[in-house]
């Protein structure tokens, strides 16, 4: 069966920020609709960064079938392209099965690769990559603001890993990074090594969100399980490994700070009030993404809601012959 034929099941996407309580829901959904869960996380691919990227436990992931979690080891890279790719193959073999794939995660350029396809830039070269790691940054911001002015007013200034993948594609191709990038990307350029991938066809579209303060008291209790959970710990395993010479997975939020913490930086409960605060921002960030760049029907979870409720309503709205989102916005 084709991932995207008619007769199959239409994927369900569920989107939002983190600690908004995704997860949970998506597992409950998976159970009422005899499905299996795509996470859309740049971070849980990797192997071995657990705690701190709240990757579902190994009970909810023998309860129910995941898909795209520990597909690269710590020492490898990942990006957009290989997402659509592994994410493709894994919606054609669930669908071939006749259960209901459901989307889930906070990853928005993930989630918008897989809907409407990838720019068309080269692949990572290994040696030119390298070269441009050892390179001071403002070097590099130098070079991006002479040869793709364009590019450089709009990237990340702080982000060093989309400065360095703008530099080498201006190198590779000798053309602006900004006339090979898909339109929706140019606010993210660098984020992707993307060949050319054409849209999928889009299911129902879900983002879950909560209050300010209830994500800010959700987000800080996650961050002190992490802790209690032994995220120190995980982090000191995991340097020797290949955590610190790869600065991808290094980004994921706690392994850096903890990180620091181990090189005597700051004092244990700095480091928990700077992830917790590192946390409340970037959960900011993705709320302005997704509200920006998906058309989502969103649902504000209140304190009092369980994950039970929510599911059920859910797979009322999406299930087979529902009468709920379909490309609007009433839910």
């Given at each position: 069966?084709?991932?995207?034929?008619v007769?199959?099941?239409?994927?369900?996407?569920?989107?939002?920020?983190?600690?908004?309580?995704?997860?949970?829901v998506?597992?409950?959904?998976?159970?009422?609709?005899?499905?299996?869960?795509i996470?859309?996380?740049?971070?849980?691919?990797?192997?071995g960064?657990?705690?701190?990227?709240?990757?579902?436990s190994l009970?909810?992931?023998?309860?129910?079938?995941?898909?795209?979690?520990?597909?690269?080891?710590?020492?490898?890279?990942?990006?957009?392209?290989k997402?659509?790719?592994l994410?493709?193959?894994?919606?054609?073999?669930?669908?071939?099965?006749?259960?209901?794939a459901?989307?889930?995660?906070?990853?928005?350029?993930?989630?918008?690769?897989?809907?409407?396809?990838?720019?068309?830039?080269?692949?990572?070269d290994?040696?030119?990559?390298?070269?441009?790691?050892?390179?001071?940054?403002?070097?590099?911001?130098?070079?991006?603001?002479?040869?793709?002015?364009?590019?450089?007013?709009?990237?990340?200034?702080?982000?060093?890993?989309?400065?360095?993948?703008?530099?080498?594609?201006?190198?590779?191709?000798?053309?602006?990074?900004?006339?090979?990038?898909?339109?929706?990307q140019?606010?993210?350029?660098?984020?992707?090594?993307?060949?050319?991938?054409?849209?999928?066809?889009?299911g129902?579209?879900?983002?879950?969100?909560?209050?300010?303060?209830?994500?800010?008291?959700r987000?800080?209790?996650?961050?002190d399980?992490?802790?209690?959970?032994?995220?120190?710990?995980?982090?000191?395993?995991?340097?020797?490994?290949?955590?610190a010479q790869?600065?991808?997975?290094?980004?994921?939020?706690?392994?850096?700070?903890?990180?620091?913490?181990?090189?005597?930086?700051?004092?244990l409960?700095?480091?928990?009030?700077?992830?917790?605060?590192?946390?409340?921002?970037f959960?900011?960030?993705?709320?302005?993404?997704?509200?920006?760049?998906?058309?989502?029907?969103?649902?504000?979870?209140?304190?009092?809601?369980?994950?039970?409720?929510?599911?059920e309503?859910?797979?009322?709205?999406?299930?087979?012959?529902?009468?709920?989102?379909?490309?609007?916005?009433?839910?």
């Amino acid at each position: 069966m084709s991932a995207f034929s008619v007769s199959a099941l239409p994927p369900i996407f569920i989107a939002g920020p983190t600690a908004a309580g995704k997860s949970a829901v998506a597992v409950i959904l998976a159970d009422l609709c005899h499905g299996e869960i795509i996470s859309v996380d740049s971070m849980q691919v990797y192997r071995g960064l657990d705690i701190g990227t709240a990757k579902p436990s190994l009970a909810d992931r023998r309860r129910v079938p995941h898909h795209l979690i520990d597909v690269v080891e710590l020492t490898g890279t990942f990006d957009a392209a290989k997402f659509v790719l592994l994410a493709r193959r894994a919606l054609s073999e669930i669908q071939a099965r006749g259960r209901q794939a459901i989307f889930c995660g906070g990853t928005g350029l993930y989630f918008k690769a897989f809907l409407e396809g990838l720019g068309e830039t080269p692949p990572a070269d290994a040696a030119l990559r390298a070269q441009l790691e050892a390179t001071p940054l403002p070097e590099l911001l130098r070079e991006l603001a002479e040869r793709d002015p364009v590019t450089f007013q709009k990237i990340d200034r702080q982000n060093p890993r989309r400065i360095i993948r703008a530099v080498e594609v201006i190198r590779q191709t000798a053309r602006p990074m900004s006339e090979q990038i898909a339109p929706w990307q140019e606010a993210h350029a660098g984020a992707a090594n993307a060949t050319v991938l054409p849209k999928a066809t889009a299911g129902f579209l879900l983002g879950l969100t909560r209050s300010p303060d209830d994500l800010r008291r959700r987000i800080e209790t996650r961050v002190d399980e992490m802790f209690e959970r032994g995220l120190v710990q995980e982090t000191e395993r995991l340097l020797p490994q290949g955590l610190a010479q790869n600065r991808t997975a290094l980004q994921a939020l706690g392994y850096r700070q903890v990180t620091e913490y181990l090189q005597g930086v700051r004092s244990l409960p700095e480091t928990i009030a700077l992830v917790k605060q590192r946390t409340r921002q970037f959960a900011k960030r993705q709320k302005t993404w997704f509200k920006w760049q998906m058309k989502l029907t969103w649902l504000e979870l209140q304190p009092h809601d369980n994950p039970e409720a929510v599911a059920e309503r859910v797979a009322r709205s999406c299930g087979p012959g529902a009468d709920g989102y379909i490309g609007g916005t009433r839910f």
